[in-house]
Every structure is written in structure tokens, then in C-alpha cells.
């Protein structure tokens, strides 16, 4: 253990927000103070217990399978009901803005269905494997789960996140504008295990996979990414996969976006070429400007957003803030996260948060001290190989105005003085 | 990506265990084969659709909080009746059994309540901060929210883990020897910034940390670790801590048992001494073989434990298995783990899977092909420190048997022909 050390040289050592910027925080103790929400005084302590500090609460035996708090019950999914024809081919946003570090909580983990939520007995599910490949396989669950595993952190973003940007349909909620990423702990099986296992003959170049739900959903996905970092998973964050999240097998895929992802697992098909399906021709497809169509585009680029203040998290006053937010690359890590407060026109380097993982969600700070006068705030993410997070007129001048899917631009958040924020789009 | 290999090449890559091992698992799919339950000729797929495959689920509107599958419903958090007094205070044990990665779920996280769980009021909770400082304070969880900010993945350890087996009280089960143990991503403050703000006193040599639960639950704590790595937390798994860690605002310090870990924090009191509170002096001290008594034991000493196979989870007939696991140091991290599949004569190096962090549980995996004789399994943790984990003889010689807390000896799994799994302890 290190020496103790004296006031004087932690004054020294403080964070450049320390002593300075939060002595206005908190009640001093003079005098009388809120303990137990009635006024107590406080330099005769302990004041009076409030209630809830005298009450034996309940034992270890009625809640086996825990909850959130009572006090928390509006931090919840949201969908949009315009959004979509149906509710069973649609999303859920998570509520990013509650977020407060890179796990999203299994309950809380943005949905996106295709044919609705699958449900799926493990003991009568099956993984098919066939195709261009020397051993064809039916595999169990049982049989899954006894292949080498591995487990790993990574992001799954739905490539419409941020779809409604493109045409400022705007909510005015974090919400709304990238609640359509998550972040989770995988376990399960790498796909070049299983292929391993059932040999690839000379001429395969393409995998099809197709999850058990309703819809049947299946997308071609090129067998280099297969045999790269593609998991087979069967948990996530400390539990069996959720069923909103494919139980009890789904595909990930990292750093690609979200529906070649498959949930409910239960065909992989080998071929030599790709299969063309209707959720890769007439969907997760982008017209650009000059009449031609973007097809494939499964990366998920360079991308960050700041999630403190944000329009459900206002500002309280003139003062220091720490600015936080999350940034990820579908291309591996975030090796950097700049922050503006003028709108663009300065950037300062943000702190990043351990861990810094691989197609993950990386955590951002930034301390910030507002002088109460509107502003403009951005985060701006470059990745390992040297991408930066576009604006939205870069953006454009690319790929035109009929996107809806992969809108990696800066987000743009308008202070206004009295420390409401609004989402708003820069020329 | 890298350039498509050939079923040749790709099998000189294969991992040990690879198209060797596990050609015996799944079924081939010449012939019939099993598809949606019902023999179906899977030459001719796709076969007929289960009826879970052709039904419509429901949309996103249902469950604006998720909950697990209904098929996992006996993954729970359970607790052994006569080992407390009462069941306001005592503990459930986490299913480390059916923990896929490092992160513990949210609602399986182990529970320890010395006078049941508390229901705060996060609008009303304070935290005082008092003694010998220069600026006390109280502080709103507003207030705790603005301060500069960190997220950590750590384990929390109760230090009565593996209590039952000084006397070999066995359960046979994983769950009830190493189910006090669990592992999360916290986000909060560091108590440093804290301290830096109210402004340390020369003398400051020990922290009294408080709960407001019906038990107060208080321990002391030197300074010198406050000032390192301890962190006031409201964030647990990407939302709010859980009731039963402590909602809305617990320590966590990190490497130490887990009952300094204070739930429900509303008060830390500063002094030159620590103050002897009950739980450091009747309870969480040891009774040594000379009499004596060890007290202030704080650090979880290196750690592991197979997870599969367990008692719970036994093998199914001779051939290959992945041995799985977690290790875990309350001095840092985890270096290697060995794991011995003949009682502790021969030794080999598992792998650990990424990420491997400070005061983390860490998992390793070991490739084993099981001849279906009587055996016996053990792991064996070192640390960053050197520190290398004890078998149970090796920590008898030195605590004696009085103990109950602080047990961090080798487990050791006897596996008997039919694959079923025990208990045992070594002379």
C-alpha cells in the first residue's frame, strides 16, 4: 500500500475538476442539513433514522431471480409505433442515456424482429450445417456446447440506427436517435471451429444462415468473415441468451451490422456464391444519388455519441460537467474520442475508460465547465486503422439523402441556456 | 480479410481438440436425422417446420424489460436453510455452474444481507461524509452523479465462501462451495475524487464506512486503500445497481471481501483509528490453532474453481470435454491457471480467455480427453504477485480448523465412471 498522504499533496494530485470545480456540490455540514429527507442536525450525528434505515428488510429467499428497483421502473425499451407496419417486424430502443458503463443490461438490450420474438425449446433445437463441405452435421445444444469455447465483449448495432436522422424526423431523444446498439459478453463456439469440423471443400466462399423464427430470417455472408471472429453463441452477460436475443443460439458477427447477426440459430448452408435473399436485395440495401444501389454493406463504421447531457439528461445550471458518452468501430478498436463544445470549431481529447476492447462499446469522459450561454456539443471517434466519424454533410455528400441504413455521422447536441438540449443538425 | 482456405489447410490450423475430438458429436447427415424434433429426411431440406418456426412472436411492444427464457427456469439463486439463523441474515449463492462468461447477471448476483434488503429511496438517500476532514459534506445522488466518473469489471467475493468445506460440510454442488462469488462492470466515483473534496486531515489514517439497512452494517477501512482503488458506485451491468447490491449507492473495494463492500453507503466518517465495529471484531476475524485471532483480513487471496464439469453438471461417457472455469486474486490479476485431471501429480497450463482484469473473475478453458476411468480434477491459480493457490492441507497446517472464513484452497472434483461428479477433499 502506498503512504498515506497529507492534504496538502492529494490537493496536489487532484483531477484538474477536483477542488476547484465540485465544492458547490453537496450541503456543507454546518449547521443543519437533509439526512433521512427532514432537516436534521447534522453536527449531532447520527439524526434521526429515516424509515427505511430501521426496517429489516426482506431475507435471501423470496427473490431467486432479481429485479430492478421500484424507483427505476422508467428506464424500459421504447419502440415507436409509426415507425413500422407491424410489431412484429420492428425495433426497440434501449435507453442509452441510463447506460453507465459499456454492458447493456440483458433486460434492457434493444430488440429488432423480423417475424416476431421466437420461442424455441433448446432440447428440440437444432443446428443444421450443409453445403459445399465434406461431413454435413445436425448438432444439439448438448452437442454445441461441448465444442471449445470462447467468450468475447462486443457491440451489435442495427445499421437503421440513426435512420431517422437522415431526414431529421427527429425525436428529440438519445432514445431514439442510437438506442438501436447494445453491448454484451458472447460465450459460445467460433464458426471456424464448427467448419473445421465439418471441412470446407475447395470452392466454398459463402455461408448462408437462417434463424428458426418466423421470418426465416437468413442473410449470405462471404466465408473469410466466417472464419475470422464469427461466435456461435449460446450466452450473454452471465445467463442463457435472452430470448428477444435469439435463445437459445444465435450468430455473432462482430463489428458487422446487426441482422447478419441471426438469432435463433438453426441452418448454416455452405455454397460458392451468395444467395441474394430478400433481406440483403429489397431491404438493408441503400439507392444512392446516382440511381445505383449499395448492396453488402455489413461493417459498421467509426461512430460515437454523447449520452450525458443529452435531450433526456438537461443540463442543471452554469458549472463543471463531466461529459460521457460511447464510441465503437466495427473495424476494432477506438483509439480515440474528440469532444467539442463550440459546435465543431475546437476539439479537446476525451478520456477513454478501461476496458478498450475490440468492437466494443468504449466508454468517454470529458470535464466541461459551462458558462450557462448556448453551445453546441459533439463527439467525434477515430478508429485503429484511421477512421473518423464523418459529419452528417460529409455523409451526404457521399451517399445522398435516400439512406435510412448506416448513418455513422457526428451527433450534433444543442445547449440551450436553460440546460434543455436538443437534437439538431448542423449545414 | 484473410485469403479463403482449402478443407487442407484448414485442418492443419484446427485446434488440438478439432476434427480429431469432436467427430463423435452431432449427427450426420446422411440418412435421416433429427430436425425439429421429429425424424425428418434432412437431404431434402429445409424438412417440415416445428410449429415454433412457422409461428408469428410477439413484437416489440410487450416487454419493455426483459426477462430470461421460460426453458432456463431452474438457473436461479439459491440458499441453504439451517446455515443462518434467520433468512434476514444470510446469503444466496449465485449458479456459477451455469455462468457462461465473467460477467454475472444482474439478477443472479449472490446476495449477503446482515438485516434483509433495504428499500432506499434514491430522492431521499444522502451520503455524509464527516470526521477528520476539513469540509464535511452531504451529498443528494445528484450530487454523486455530477462528480468525474469511472466504470471497473470486478468480482465481489463473501470471504464465507468455501466456508463449509473447513469442516467438510459438503453440499455437492458448485453452487453451494463457490456460489459467493460474482462479477460485474460498476460505475460510480472514485472515493479519491471524494476525498480530495472534503479535504483530508493530516492525521486521516482510517474511514469508517456505514449502511443505511436495518443492520447499519460498519467497517473500517484504512485510508491507504480509499486512496487507491475504492469507488462509490450507482451503476451495476449497464443500469442501476440492483436492490440486493445496494441501490441506489454501495463501496466497492476492489480485491476485498465482500461484507466491506458496503450496501445502501450513507455515511463515511473519517478518524486516526479504526473503530472495532461488530463485524470486525465478533464477526469476519478467524480463530487460529495458538488461541489467537486474526482480525482486518480483508484481501481474497488467488482463487479458482472448475465450473465443468461440477456436480451439477457431470460428464456424459468417455471422450473429449473442454474443462471450464474461472480464477480470480484480490491482489491483481490472474497470470496463469493449472489445471490436474490426476488429483494434483501432473500439471498443465489451461488458456484464459480475454479479457483477463485486475480483481476480475477470470475464465480459463483446458482441452481434456476423459478415458472414462475414476479420476480426480483440481485447478490451481497464481497471480500477478506470485501468490499460488493453496491446497486445503496447506491452509489447515496454517489456520487450523476453526475457521470459516478466508478458504481459497484448490477444489478438488472426484469424476466416477458413470460421469457423475463429487466433493471431495484430499488428506
Given at each position: 500500500?502506498?503512504?498515506?498522504?497529507?492534504?496538502s499533496?492529494?490537493?496536489?494530485?487532484?483531477?484538474?475538476?477536483?477542488?476547484?470545480?465540485?465544492?458547490?456540490?453537496?450541503?456543507a455540514?454546518?449547521?443543519?442539513?437533509?439526512?433521512g429527507?427532514?432537516?436534521?442536525?447534522?453536527?449531532?450525528?447520527?439524526?434521526?433514522?429515516?424509515?427505511?434505515s430501521l426496517?429489516?428488510?426482506p431475507?435471501?429467499?423470496d427473490?431467486?431471480?432479481?429485479?430492478p428497483s421500484?424507483?427505476?421502473?422508467?428506464?424500459?425499451?421504447?419502440n415507436v409505433p409509426?415507425?413500422?407496419a407491424?410489431?412484429?417486424?420492428?425495433?426497440?430502443?434501449?435507453?442509452?442515456?441510463?447506460?453507465?458503463?459499456i454492458?447493456t443490461?440483458?433486460?434492457?438490450?434493444?430488440?429488432r424482429y423480423?417475424?416476431?420474438?421466437?420461442t424455441?425449446d433448446?432440447?428440440?433445437?437444432?443446428?443444421m450445417i450443409?453445403?459445399?463441405?465434406?461431413?454435413?452435421?445436425?448438432?444439439?445444444?448438448?452437442?454445441?456446447?461441448?465444442?471449445?469455447?470462447?467468450?468475447?465483449?462486443?457491440?451489435?448495432?442495427?445499421?437503421a440506427?440513426?435512420?431517422m436522422?437522415?431526414?431529421a424526423?427527429?425525436?428529440?431523444?438519445?432514445q431514439?436517435?442510437?438506442?438501436?446498439?447494445?453491448?454484451?459478453?458472447?460465450?459460445g463456439?467460433?464458426?471456424?471451429t464448427?467448419?473445421?469440423?465439418?471441412?470446407?471443400?475447395?470452392?466454398?466462399?459463402?455461408?448462408?444462415v437462417?434463424?428458426a423464427?418466423?421470418?426465416?430470417?437468413?442473410?449470405?455472408?462471404?466465408i473469410e468473415?466466417?472464419?475470422d471472429?464469427?461466435?456461435?453463441?449460446?450466452?450473454?452477460?452471465?445467463?442463457?441468451?435472452r430470448p428477444?436475443?435469439?435463445?437459445?443460439?444465435?450468430?455473432?458477427?462482430?463489428?458487422?451490422?446487426?441482422n447478419?447477426?441471426i438469432?435463433w440459430?438453426?441452418?448454416?448452408?455452405?455454397?460458392d456464391?451468395?444467395?441474394?435473399?430478400?433481406?440483403e436485395?429489397?431491404?438493408?440495401?441503400e439507392?444512392?444519388?446516382?440511381g445505383?444501389?449499395?448492396?453488402f454493406?455489413?461493417?459498421?463504421?467509426?461512430?460515437?455519441?454523447?449520452?450525458?447531457?443529452?435531450?433526456?439528461?438537461?443540463l442543471?445550471?452554469?458549472?463543471?460537467?463531466e461529459i460521457?458518452?460511447?464510441?465503437?468501430?466495427?473495424?476494432?478498436?477506438?483509439?480515440h474520442v474528440?469532444?467539442?463544445?463550440?459546435g465543431g470549431?475546437?476539439?479537446?481529447?476525451?478520456?477513454?475508460?478501461?476496458p478498450v476492447?475490440?468492437?466494443?462499446?468504449t466508454?468517454?469522459?470529458?470535464?466541461?465547465?459551462?458558462d450557462?450561454?448556448?453551445?453546441?456539443?459533439?463527439?467525434?471517434?477515430?478508429?485503429?486503422?484511421?477512421f473518423?466519424q464523418?459529419?452528417?454533410s460529409?455523409?451526404r455528400?457521399?451517399?445522398?439523402?435516400?439512406?435510412?441504413y448506416?448513418?455513422?455521422?457526428?451527433?450534433?447536441?444543442?445547449?440551450?441556456?436553460?440546460?434543455?438540449?436538443?437534437?439538431?443538425?448542423?449545414a
Open positions: 500500500m502506498k503512504a498515506n498522504k497529507s492534504g499533496e492529494q490537493k496536489q494530485k487532484s483531477e484538474s475538476i477536483g477542488r476547484r470545480g465540485f465544492l458547490a456540490l453537496g450541503s455540514l454546518a449547521g443543519s442539513a437533509m439526512m429527507g427532514k432537516a436534521a442536525a447534522a453536527d449531532s450525528y447520527p439524526p434521526k433514522d429515516p424509515d427505511w426496517m429489516l428488510g431475507g435471501v429467499v427473490r431467486p431471480y432479481g429485479q421500484q424507483f427505476v421502473k422508467g428506464v424500459i425499451r421504447r409509426w415507425l413500422t407491424t410489431q412484429e417486424s420492428s425495433v426497440s430502443f434501449t435507453p442509452l442515456q441510463d447506460q453507465p458503463g454492458i443490461a440483458n433486460g434492457l438490450f434493444f430488440e423480423h417475424g416476431g420474438r421466437a424455441v433448446p432440447a428440440q433445437h437444432r443446428l450443409h453445403g459445399m463441405l465434406e461431413r454435413p452435421l445436425l448438432l444439439t445444444m448438448d452437442d454445441i456446447r461441448r465444442f471449445p469455447s470462447v467468450s468475447r465483449i462486443h457491440f451489435i448495432e442495427c445499421p440506427n440513426g435512420g436522422e437522415w431526414r424526423a427527429q425525436l428529440n431523444s438519445l431514439f436517435t442510437h438506442g438501436m446498439v447494445s453491448c454484451a459478453e458472447w460465450t463456439v467460433k464458426l471456424s464448427l467448419l473445421d469440423e465439418v471441412g470446407l471443400k475447395k470452392d466454398a466462399k459463402w455461408a448462408l437462417e434463424g423464427d418466423a421470418a426465416h430470417m437468413d442473410r449470405s455472408l462471404p468473415k466466417c472464419l471472429d464469427v461466435l456461435v453463441v449460446y450466452g450473454q452477460n452471465g445467463e442463457a441468451l428477444e436475443q435469439g435463445f437459445p443460439l444465435r450468430l455473432i458477427v462482430p463489428g458487422w451490422q446487426g447478419v447477426n438469432k440459430l438453426r441452418r448454416i448452408q455452405i455454397g456464391q451468395p444467395w441474394f435473399t430478400r433481406e436485395t429489397s431491404k438493408y440495401t439507392l444512392m444519388k446516382d445505383t444501389v449499395r448492396g454493406t455489413w461493417l459498421i463504421y467509426a461512430k460515437s455519441v454523447i449520452t450525458f447531457p443529452c435531450p433526456e439528461k438537461p442543471k445550471g452554469a458549472g463543471i460537467y460521457r458518452g460511447f464510441a465503437w468501430s466495427g473495424k476494432g478498436k477506438v483509439t474528440d469532444v467539442s463544445t463550440d470549431v475546437n476539439w479537446e481529447r476525451a478520456k477513454l475508460q478501461d476492447l475490440p468492437k466494443a462499446l466508454r468517454f469522459t470529458h470535464e466541461w465547465r459551462w450557462g450561454k448556448p453551445t453546441l456539443l459533439q463527439s467525434r471517434c477515430v478508429d485503429e486503422t484511421g473518423v464523418p459529419t452528417i460529409e455523409l455528400a457521399v451517399r445522398g439523402v435516400n439512406g435510412i448506416n448513418n455513422n455521422a457526428i451527433q450534433t447536441w444543442q445547449v440551450k441556456p436553460d440546460g434543455s438540449v436538443y437534437d439538431v443538425q448542423l
